[in-house]
């Protein structure tokens, strides 16, 4: 890319401004005393950067003395071009800083002296400013027109103070070719300035020299100059420049990414239609990520919303990740792990490993990952360290990290994105960490039912899967860019303007999800098979960030669907993903119970996760514990072994009123459960079998479940475990009614 730098911004022409005198500057070493010799030796002293270890002449045994001529003298001046200090170059060659006594002689340190750059006072108005290693060097460059600096005492002596009269300009660092043997001093001379500079200048670019020029070996710029000529070397500098890449992290994204309109406009009922006709069973998951996506576009949105869909192998997890493909929108990965965020490698440069680092190509693009699984089952300690390293990079305020090979790394400030991914169902374990670390991921499971053998026939019929989810891919491509070309500004949404109703519905939403998914171990006291179970104080979440994100989850809802107010349709996103980021269990008994009508019983709880009678009591004991349920026991008098019963909790008994069930997405028809829509399933319509979830050890395969007739109705209960408990229930109330009229005919009143 071209700079179009020009020597024209260079500022004034430096070529006749040297203080340097290489034949007579004996004079002005020290102030000559009588007997001395204008060029007479002197002791060594040696400097650092806060003066001389010795500033005087030893005592005792004499110092060998090394007769010493000045080569060279360079002024350091301030901005008004005072003279502050000054280095010495001799002859043998070496360097030394003398700073002016008052009297017309020097003191041979700079202790106490304000350190500034080289040339100063040409520096000030400059537009470009070039920065080699040492005074000549940047005297031969201001004899090419350049406005050229460098720091006093060397390679390695760059202090950050110097960055401050280079604010806003563009600078560029040519470093010496030094070898291995040194270290590559210039080399990390140029990166450490750089370093400095970024964030401070406009533009910072480390320009690099050959190391052969007309079979010349190039140590420094004023080599190359003489190499290339001066006429050659000012051309072949300003090339050098512009091919060289900026130092430091890309410049920061905008927050709303540009695109021009497709031709062909595609609204949102277009784009799902188009979903719909390939891949029913993934629409209403596609549109909730599409809700996730599109929460970048509301300019007062902070946190970063995670979103994992979650079912067995092979369900259509991938296919439909693979329907967002905007590469200015979406960035996929593979092979995922948090500590990629911001990267330690030992195998990398400290200086380079922004380059590397995930967190800043990510911000303000959602991030796709395939498959989180690896990172769930990985053992404790990588799990506990992968969650970590997740939920503080979900706060969306940047990470920092510390490591023993590169010490303290990271960001800070806005690194908002969003987060898809897939995995398959998760480990109770996991739900458990996260519970205490404090959750930030959310689930969607897809209840993507099992097909039988005429189901899989039809799939290899019609139109193949991959034409399928490309004309997914292409269509919800132009939508997002119809969006975003939409909204140019993102949007400033009107939070007051949101009605009432579906305020109250996110809240409750969000209290519910807040005790679902506490973290609480609950275990039995003895072995006798009874209800004695006990459990330790749960960890609830207060419900603020949940209700927060699920706000945005809704207000992305509308916005996708070209609305800038909340209406009850956006509701039902929120409702599957309240249900589905519990604890996978608790989730499935949560929905039988209010699909049951609000209450369950132990041979339910049973038959419905196919446990033992243990199991099923722990998972009703964790529910009453955590506050969504009240517990009952039946009358031990009564007939029969007791059951334990669980009722919703009144506070969470709307959940299975007729006005909840009513805004919650009806399953479509998907042609018997048929993931790939084709015209030869028609007809299909098997039984489903059960949704598999995460497995438990203590579950026991259970009887052959009963076959329910089909009434042809809808129900968005794909696995049939409501229709079965109503069934169950309903016959059990039959049952009592039946034995209730045979007791009072046995037992007539006195």
């Given at each position: 890319?071209?700079?179009?730098?020009?020597?024209?911004?260079?500022?004034?022409?430096?070529?006749?401004?040297?203080?340097?005198?290489?034949?007579?500057?004996?004079?002005?070493?020290?102030?000559?005393?009588?007997?001395?010799?204008?060029?007479?030796?002197?002791?060594?002293?040696?400097?650092?950067?806060?003066?001389?270890?010795?500033?005087?002449?030893?005592?005792?045994?004499?110092?060998?003395?090394?007769?010493?001529?000045?080569?060279?003298?360079?002024?350091?001046?301030?901005?008004?071009?005072?003279?502050?200090?000054?280095?010495?170059?001799?002859?043998?060659?070496?360097?030394?800083?003398?700073?002016?006594?008052?009297?017309?002689?020097?003191?041979?340190?700079?202790?106490?002296?304000?350190?500034?750059?080289?040339?100063?006072?040409?520096?000030?108005?400059?537009?470009?400013?070039?920065?080699?290693?040492?005074?000549?060097?940047?005297?031969?460059?201001?004899?090419?027109?350049?406005?050229?600096?460098?720091?006093?005492?060397?390679?390695?002596?760059?202090?950050?103070?110097?960055?401050?009269?280079?604010?806003?300009?563009?600078?560029?660092?040519?470093?010496?070719?030094?070898?291995?043997?040194?270290?590559?001093?210039?080399?990390?001379?140029?990166?450490?300035?750089?370093?400095?500079?970024?964030?401070?200048?406009?533009?910072?670019?480390?320009?690099?020299?050959?190391?052969?020029?007309?079979?010349?070996?190039?140590?420094?710029?004023?080599?190359?100059?003489?190499?290339?000529?001066?006429?050659?070397?000012?051309?072949?500098?300003?090339?050098?420049?512009?091919?060289?890449?900026?130092?430091?992290?890309?410049?920061?994204?905008?927050?709303?990414?540009?695109?021009?309109?497709?031709?062909?406009?595609?609204?949102?009922?277009?784009?799902?239609?188009?979903?719909?006709?390939?891949?029913?069973?993934?629409?209403?998951?596609?549109?909730?990520?599409?809700?996730?996506?599109?929460?970048?576009?509301?300019?007062?949105?902070?946190?970063?919303?995670?979103?994992?869909?979650?079912?067995?192998?092979?369900?259509?997890?991938?296919?439909?990740?693979?329907?967002?493909?905007?590469?200015?929108?979406?960035?996929?990965?593979?092979?995922?792990?948090?500590?990629?965020?911001?990267?330690?490698?030992?195998?990398?440069?400290?200086?380079?490993?922004?380059?590397?680092?995930?967190?800043?190509?990510?911000?303000?693009?959602?991030?796709?990952?395939?498959?989180?699984?690896?990172?769930?089952?990985?053992?404790?300690?990588?799990?506990?360290?992968?969650?970590?390293?997740?939920?503080?990079?979900?706060?969306?305020?940047?990470?920092?990290?510390?490591?023993?090979?590169?010490?303290?790394?990271?960001?800070?400030?806005?690194?908002?994105?969003?987060?898809?991914?897939?995995?398959?169902?998760?480990?109770?374990?996991?739900?458990?960490?996260?519970?205490?670390?404090?959750?930030?991921?959310?689930?969607?499971?897809?209840?993507?039912?099992?097909?039988?053998?005429?189901?899989?026939?039809?799939?290899?019929?019609?139109?193949?899967?991959?034409?399928?989810?490309?004309?997914?891919?292409?269509?919800?491509?132009?939508?997002?860019?119809?969006?975003?070309?939409?909204?140019?500004?993102?949007?400033?949404?009107?939070?007051?303007?949101?009605?009432?109703?579906?305020?109250?519905?996110?809240?409750?939403?969000?209290?519910?999800?807040?005790?679902?998914?506490?973290?609480?171990?609950?275990?039995?006291?003895?072995?006798?098979?009874?209800?004695?179970?006990?459990?330790?104080?749960?960890?609830?979440?207060?419900?603020?960030?949940?209700?927060?994100?699920?706000?945005?989850?809704?207000?992305?809802?509308?916005?996708?669907?070209?609305?800038?107010?909340?209406?009850?349709?956006?509701?039902?996103?929120?409702?599957?993903?309240?249900?589905?980021?519990?604890?996978?269990?608790?989730?499935?008994?949560?929905?039988?119970?209010?699909?049951?009508?609000?209450?369950?019983?132990?041979?339910?709880?049973?038959?419905?996760?196919?446990?033992?009678?243990?199991?099923?009591?722990?998972?009703?004991?964790?529910?009453?514990?955590?506050?969504?349920?009240?517990?009952?026991?039946?009358?031990?008098?009564?007939?029969?072994?007791?059951?334990?019963?669980?009722?919703?909790?009144?506070?969470?008994?709307?959940?299975?009123?007729?006005?909840?069930?009513?805004?919650?997405?009806?399953?479509?028809?998907?042609?018997?459960?048929?993931?790939?829509?084709?015209?030869?399933?028609?007809?299909?319509?098997?039984?489903?079998?059960?949704?598999?979830?995460?497995t438990d050890p203590t579950q026991q395969p259970a009887d052959k479940e009963p076959q329910l007739p089909d009434t042809g109705k809808k129900t968005d209960d794909p696995c049939g475990f409501a229709a079965k408990l109503m069934h169950d229930l309903q016959m059990e109330e039959a049952l009592a009614k039946d034995m209730e009229s045979k007791?009072?005919?046995?037992?007539?009143?006195?």
């Open positions: 890319m071209n700079d179009k730098e020009n020597p024209n911004d260079q500022g004034q022409n430096d070529q006749n401004d040297q203080n340097q005198n290489e034949n007579n500057q004996g004079d002005k070493d020290q102030k000559p005393q009588e007997g001395d010799a204008a060029n007479a030796p002197t002791y060594e002293t040696s400097i650092t950067d806060n003066g001389p270890m010795n500033d005087a002449a030893p005592q005792g045994d004499p110092v060998p003395q090394v007769p010493r001529n000045i080569a060279a003298t360079y002024d350091y001046n301030d901005e008004n071009g005072n003279l502050l200090f000054q280095t010495v170059r001799y002859e043998p060659k070496d360097f030394r800083q003398r700073q002016p006594d008052g009297k017309g002689g020097w003191i041979n340190h700079i202790k106490g002296v304000r350190r500034v750059l080289y040339r100063l006072p040409k520096l000030l108005d400059a537009t470009i400013v070039w920065v080699v290693e040492g005074e000549k060097d940047a005297d031969s460059m201001a004899n090419l027109g350049f406005t050229a600096t460098t720091n006093p005492l060397g390679a390695g002596m760059w202090l950050n103070e110097y960055a401050e009269p280079l604010r806003g300009k563009k600078v560029r660092i040519v470093p010496d070719n030094d070898d291995a043997e040194s270290g590559h001093a210039g080399q990390k001379h140029a990166e450490t300035v750089a370093r400095s500079l970024v964030g401070v200048v406009v533009s910072v670019k480390i320009v690099k020299l050959p190391g052969n020029v007309n079979k010349v070996n190039i140590k420094d710029v004023t080599d190359f100059i003489m190499a290339m000529g001066k006429a050659n070397a000012t051309t072949e500098l300003y090339r050098l420049s512009s091919e060289a890449e900026e130092f430091g992290p890309a410049a920061e994204p905008p927050r709303v990414a540009k695109f021009t309109a497709p031709a062909e406009p595609v609204t949102f009922a277009q784009w799902r239609e188009t979903v719909a006709s390939n891949f029913p069973v993934l629409v209403h998951p596609a549109e909730v990520c599409v809700s996730v996506i599109a929460q970048i576009l509301l300019n007062d949105v902070s946190n970063p919303f995670a979103l994992a869909l979650v079912d067995v192998p092979s369900s259509g997890k991938t296919i439909m990740l693979n329907f967002f493909g905007v590469p200015e929108l979406i960035y996929t990965t593979d092979n995922f792990t948090p500590a990629a965020f911001v990267s330690h490698a030992s195998n990398v440069k400290r200086e380079e490993l922004g380059r590397v680092d995930m967190l800043p190509r990510i911000r303000f693009k959602a991030l796709i990952v395939r498959d989180l699984a690896p990172i769930f089952g990985a053992n404790e300690d990588e799990l506990l360290k992968s969650l970590g390293i997740l939920t503080r990079t979900l706060d969306g305020e940047g990470l920092e990290t510390d490591s023993g090979v590169h010490g303290k790394r990271g960001y800070k400030g806005d690194y908002l994105f969003m987060l898809l991914a897939g995995t398959t169902p998760i480990p109770p374990r996991v739900f458990k960490i996260m519970g205490n670390l404090g959750s930030r991921l959310f689930f969607l499971a897809l209840h993507c039912p099992e097909k039988d053998d005429d189901q899989l026939i039809a799939q290899n019929r019609g139109t193949s899967r991959k034409l399928k989810e490309l004309a997914c891919k292409e269509q919800t491509g132009a939508f997002l860019r119809c969006l975003w070309a939409a909204n140019p500004n993102g949007v400033d949404w009107d939070r007051n303007g949101d009605p009432d109703d579906c305020m109250l519905f996110i809240a409750r939403c969000s209290k519910l999800l807040a005790e679902m998914r506490g973290a609480i171990n609950v275990w039995q006291v003895d072995n006798s098979g009874s209800e004695r179970l006990s459990h330790n104080v749960p960890v609830i979440e207060q419900p603020d960030r949940i209700n927060c994100l699920l706000y945005n989850l809704a207000r992305g809802h509308a916005l996708a669907c070209g609305r800038r107010k909340l209406t009850m349709e956006d509701m039902a996103p929120v409702l599957e993903v309240t249900f589905d980021s519990a604890p996978t269990i608790r989730a499935k008994v949560f929905r039988a119970l209010i699909e049951a009508g609000g209450v369950l019983k132990t041979h339910h709880v049973e038959k419905l996760l196919r446990c033992s009678k243990p199991t099923a009591l722990k998972e009703m004991e964790a529910l009453a514990v955590l506050g969504v349920v009240d517990k009952t026991s039946e009358d031990p008098h009564n007939t029969g072994r007791p059951e334990t019963e669980i009722v919703l909790s009144d506070k969470f008994a709307w959940f299975a009123s007729k006005e909840c069930q009513a805004l919650r997405w009806v399953e479509q028809e998907t042609q018997g459960g048929n993931l790939l829509s084709s015209e030869d399933a028609d007809g299909i319509g098997k039984g489903n079998l059960p949704c598999v979830t995460a007791q009072s005919t046995e037992n007539p009143p006195a």
